[in-house]
């Protein structure tokens, strides 16, 4: 495995109860790459994002991120992740500044203050930066949890359906947020989503997930849209 | 461990979070008080109208308002991290997650001081008990009680977070383990307030001094059990 | 694919049958039949024997429970999870008996149907303890389930010292009935010391066997899903 991969998993099996949301999914993804993963509700995308981000365990199989493996070694492998997940992980009884300060005493951040404003501006929240999370709108508090997310600088993103509850303007601007962070910082961003349009403007891979298993993966600049859309509808019937 | 820079940072933040939420909205301090106020009173009505009766039994009805105000506190308290799956949220932020235990145990504590802080004046006039003379005594023993009560109750009320019927099992699992802590104080409580002093109830105060340090070691150790998935 | 096991039994197995019936036959014997009434109180005192037996083959079943939960969060293995279930599901069994035999035994000697003696309310204790394990195991959430429980199963036991402790100086306090005999073993002639030796026998050898019933259905259990769970995977290929 070279340096350069910062994602891989072999055989990833995960099981919950009777119901197997995971089989045999095997994925390798290169640093700064962006990774789409599409699929019907159900077809286990979160359930794989959940597993990457040391959330729950594989029921079998290997998930190794920068090389170390997420089961044993999930202490080292945390603070390389930012996760945006259906929950937001904000308390909505303080305010945006709050809950930012908060988490990057956690994590650690140095000049968290100075490194909080940067980021709500960067998500065009700076005007509402008093207010009490709970009063946000859901789109608000989508785009907070982005800010919440990308405080530690962390190297890998795992963003699960980061478009839903999103206004056309709100999209726009995180799709240009992901974009400055894949080509100036280098990032490796993995997001989930079923809206295929929006996932492939701006993703350099795709894999279409159904039923728990990877059932095409590709380039996003090969496959004209067209194509995608017809294999797309194909697998998720 | 527990001396790790890192440690005490995130305990702190998480601590001084947890206030500045309470501080902010007082639910669960409010909802905590009202019901130790109306446990006591309660009581009042049910034992009847004989002042010495009422007097008899007025340590233990202030050791059960306490430990019913636990277990609602504990309750609201993991209902409002696991709102927006907050805990989550911490959980992947943490280095040793202990420090989330620990943090959340001594901001328990906090909450119980205050009440009982509030409840004693009102439990001294109801209940005609004299409680200045051994005020220093039973802060002790009260401050033993809640150490005990908040380290077992913040641990049970993690695992009963992640259950079905979240809040039947808090209660269920928490009241009969805690019963050592229950009797030692509340006998410890009665010897005070009939003016024994410290020395008299020497062998209740080890009894709850050990249970503290115990659960403490105990609920240390397998506290990641709770929180690993 | 495992073989299936046969109809018949190991001959292990029936062996322990075999002793635990006859052993309890002996036991039942030498209460009703062989040992003399005792003096003070009459016929009742019979079931002393059963009772004190039972409740420390309650207090063996629930050491089990620790020490198998210790292994459970250790090994993480689904025996050792067997093994505290199965413990605390017999330990929760002779418990009931106890609390059952003691106002039995309780009510025509002293007049009441309950006595707050020492062990009697450390028992009523270790019930409600235990009983809320087993409710735990039922409402967790799969995942949880064996970690949950096995953590309160070690903290169950070691409640019991300060229990006891506490309880006892409690007791203390409080004008008894009668003075209790406790049933210790000072002052107990022969006769009767045999016959209490063979009741324990007796009933941990049927705590024993119970066990391994228990276990045995618990493992079965295993072995069904794992069976259930290939064939699911297969079909899925």
């Known amino acids: 495995m070279s340096a350069d991969v910062m994602v891989h998993m072999q055989g990833v099996t995960k099981r919950f109860a009777h119901v197997w949301a995971l089989r045999g999914i095997d994925l390798e993804l290169q640093r700064g790459r962006c990774l789409g993963v599409f699929g019907a509700n159900g077809a286990g995308k979160t359930t794989l994002l959940k597993i990457l981000a040391t959330l729950t365990r594989p029921s079998a199989g290997t998930v190794t991120i920068a090389g170390y493996d997420t089961v044993r070694e999930a202490t080292k492998v945390r603070p390389l992740l930012g996760v945006l997940g259906h929950r937001t992980f904000l308390y909505g009884d303080l305010n945006a500044s709050e809950n930012l300060r908060f988490y990057g005493r956690l994590f650690g951040v140095s000049q968290c203050e100075e490194r909080a404003a940067e980021l709500l501006q960067a998500v065009g929240l700076e005007a509402h930066t008093r207010q009490l999370v709970r009063t946000y709108s859901r789109g608000m508090q989508q785009r907070l949890a982005i800010a919440r997310a990308l405080l530690h600088q962390p190297p890998l993103l795992l963003l699960d359906e980061p478009y839903t509850g999103l206004d056309q303007h709100a999209v726009e601007r995180l799709q240009s947020l992901l974009h400055g962070l894949l080509q100036t910082e280098d990032r490796t961003i993995i997001l989930s989503t079923h809206d295929l349009q929006r996932g492939l403007r701006i993703c350099d891979e795709i894999v279409i997930q159904s039923r728990g298993k990877i059932v095409y993966r590709g380039a996003a600049a090969d496959t004209a849209s067209a194509d995608i859309e017809q294999l797309y509808s194909d697998y998720v019937k | ?229 | 694919m495992q073989q299936s096991r046969t109809a018949s039994k190991p001959p292990w197995e029936h062996v322990q049958a075999g002793l635990t019936y006859g052993v309890m036959a002996v036991a039942l014997w030498c209460v009703f039949v062989y040992v003399p009434t005792e003096k003070a109180q009459g016929i009742v005192q019979r079931i002393f024997y059963f009772h004190v037996s039972v409740a420390l083959t309650m207090f063996v079943a629930f050491f089990l429970v620790c020490v198998a939960s210790i292994g459970y969060l250790w090994k993480q293995t689904p025996w050792w999870d067997s093994l505290a279930l199965s413990a605390a599901e017999i330990g929760v069994l002779f418990c009931t008996l106890v609390l059952i035999t003691g106002p039995i035994w309780a009510r025509p000697i002293w007049g009441v149907w309950w006595t707050w003696d020492p062990t009697l309310t450390l028992t009523l204790v270790l019930w409600l303890i235990y009983v809320a394990y087993l409710m735990l195991r039922a409402d967790a959430t799969d995942t949880n389930r064996t970690r949950f429980a096995a953590i309160v199963g070690i903290i169950g036991f070691v409640d019991v010292p300060l229990i006891r402790w506490t309880v006892t100086k409690w007791r203390t306090l409080h004008p008894k009935p009668v003075v209790l005999q406790e049933g210790g073993a000072t002052g107990l002639p022969p006769s009767m010391m045999l016959t209490f030796l063979i009741a324990l026998a007796a009933c941990l050898l049927l705590s024993f066997f119970l066990l391994r019933q228990r276990m045995a259905l618990a493992q079965r259990r295993h072995e069904l899903e794992a069976l259930r769970d290939e064939i699911e995977n297969s079909f899925a290929r």
């Open chain 2, 1 to 229: 461990m527990l001396s790790s820079r890192r440690f005490v940072r995130q305990g702190l933040a998480i601590l001084l979070k947890d206030l500045r939420l309470e501080w902010r909205t007082r639910a669960i301090f409010t909802s905590m008080f009202v019901f130790t106020v109306l446990v006591m009173v309660v009581f009042n009505f049910a034992i009847g109208a004989d002042p010495e009766r009422i007097r008899a039994v007025a340590p233990g009805v202030l050791w059960v308002a306490l430990l019913f105000a636990t277990v609602l506190g504990l309750q609201r308290a993991v209902q409002v991290e696991s709102e927006e799956d907050c805990l989550q949220g911490v959980l992947l932020a943490m280095g040793d997650r202990s420090a989330l235990f620990v943090a959340k145990a001594v901001v328990n504590v906090c909450y119980l001081s205050v009440v009982a802080l509030g409840a004693l004046p009102l439990f001294s006039i109801w209940f005609r008990i004299d409680i200045i003379s051994c005020l220093g005594a039973l802060s002790i023993v009260l401050i033993l009680g809640i150490i005990g009560l908040s380290l077992v109750g913040t641990l049970f009320a993690m695992i009963s977070a992640n259950t079905r019927t979240r809040g039947l099992q808090l209660p269920l699992l928490f009241l009969p383990v805690s019963v050592p802590l229950t009797i030692a104080a509340v006998y410890a409580t009665t010897e005070l307030i009939q003016g024994r002093g410290l020395p008299d109830i020497r062998d209740y105060l080890t009894l709850m001094v050990v249970f503290d340090v115990v659960f403490f070691v105990v609920t240390l150790l397998v506290f990641d059990y709770v929180v690993e998935e």
